[in-house]
């Protein structure tokens, strides 16, 4: 045998799955710390700070691209360590950007310096990521090792590992992972142990006990609780559930079954389900848009598999109306200052339309698509909601902006392969 065999054996005994160990929960903090790397902000200019910006994945590519909005010019590509997936997370202030890559890689970009300002792999393999309100922390969704991994947003440095598992020993990966910022918290999804967690980034926040505790009066608390920050209040979910959306105080998660129709809510406060949704819906609810239905607080979500919206009632849970579409959409976005929805990522024959909804008559009305044979992707509206840039993706794609009054484009940005993209607002004065 020869000794790099001799070498592999020997690593091979000592590993954790020959230990009896499962191997995919070796990813500890220390590993994050090795990983990491880190470079202090740069004077930036300051004139950059109020500057409308865009950010783009594209596909096959290890670089953010980084747009000026006002002139769809490319201003620079950041190289990353690892290709991202989905959005990049914003900071409060706007200057910092987070990606996210597959094999667990978090990258820090610097867009008023526009450079790479450091990477740390939060774990193996990763789900989601989600920055607090406050801009302090990151909370990166695991799937390898399963569970959460919390990191200081300012210079990248890991604080805590939160391994998946339940009170019985039960093990899952994070499935998703969001900000509540009204309740200076996190929220995350552990669909193998059928759990949602809430997790204070408030370090005075009270600690969590499990079950029911009589005495909270400081020093003769009963029990022993998490302290915070990152306790755990965990909602038990049945059924599990996927897409999910929140009530505009996040103090309600709602989504759809994961192995069916229907739905479920729950209420983070009571922890416990709220109310079910009814069984005849299949609600596509990670694509939903909160809107106001004479002053009726709704979520508009798309139906899976059909050419359909649905209009879900916040207050009494009920649909109150299912609205019928040229195709199955997968982006709904409703633009400023008007009582409209543009509804785009049809497949098929429709790939390159967009259609109109009009909240006011609840209908969907005006189709148009001035790109023929282009993939249209999602939308996104100035301020004003006088002009939506619209992703085109595919190998000639691009970013689109449309005048919204005569919906004709009027500027082409061209990209290659765009997955997604988001807008950079500067903070209010």
């Not at 220390?30 to 994945?57: C, H, K, N, Q, W």
Request: with cysteine.
């Amino acid at each position: 045998m020869r000794p790099i065999s001799i070498l592999a054996a020997f690593t091979l005994l000592l590993s954790p799955a020959a230990k009896g160990e499962n191997p995919s929960w070796v990813w500890s903090v220390e590993d994050i710390a090795a990983s990491r790397s880190y470079l202090a902000p740069l004077e930036a200019d300051s004139a950059s700070a109020g500057r409308v910006l865009f950010l783009a994945i594209e596909a096959g590519d290890r670089r953010l691209a980084v747009l000026d909005a006002s002139s769809l010019k490319l201003l620079a590509r950041i190289p990353l360590r690892s290709e991202p997936v989905g959005p990049p997370v914003l900071s409060p202030d706007g200057r910092f950007a987070y990606t996210l890559s597959p094999d667990g890689w978090i990258d820090k970009c610097d867009l008023r310096a526009l450079r790479h300002a450091g990477a740390v792999r939060a774990g193996l393999e990763a789900r989601g990521l989600a920055l607090s309100g406050d801009g302090k922390w990151l909370l990166a969704a695991l799937s390898r090792p399963g569970g959460l991994a919390a990191i200081l947003a300012q210079d990248l440095t890991p604080f805590r590992v939160i391994p998946g598992r339940d009170d019985k020993g039960g093990v899952s990966e994070a499935g998703a992972v969001f900000a509540a910022p009204a309740r200076s918290s996190f929220i995350a999804a552990l669909p193998g142990i059928s759990e949602i967690w809430e997790l204070s980034h408030d370090e005075n926040a009270e600690p969590v006990y499990a079950g029911m505790v009589h005495s909270f009066e400081k020093g003769s608390e009963e029990g022993v609780g998490e302290a915070q920050p990152f306790a755990r209040r965990r909602t038990k979910t049945d059924p599990d559930l996927e897409g999910f959306f929140f009530s505009p105080d996040f103090v309600e998660i709602g989504g759809g079954t994961r192995d069916g129709p229907g739905g479920a809510v729950y209420n983070l406060d009571a922890r416990r389900r709220a109310a079910r949704l009814p069984a005849n819906i299949s609600p596509r609810f990670e694509a939903s848009i909160s809107i106001q239905i004479k002053s009726r607080r709704a979520i508009l979500f798309p139906m899976a598999g059909s050419s359909e919206l649905g209009v879900l009632e916040l207050d009494s849970w009920k649909i109150l109306s299912r609205l019928a579409l040229r195709a199955p959409a997968l982006f709904l976005k409703q633009q400023p200052n008007a009582d409209l929805v543009w509804a785009s990522g049809f497949s098929g024959k429709d790939k390159d339309v967009i259609q109109l909804i009009d909240l006011r008559s609840l209908r969907a009305e005006r189709v148009f698509g001035p790109f023929p044979g282009k993939a249209v992707g999602q939308a996104i509206f100035s301020a004003d909601g006088k002009t939506a840039f619209v992703l085109l993706t595919g190998s000639e794609g691009g970013i689109v902006a449309i005048d919204t009054v005569s919906l004709t484009p009027v500027k082409t940005l061209p990209l290659k392969n765009p997955v997604s993209f988001v807008i950079v607002l500067p903070p209010p004065p």
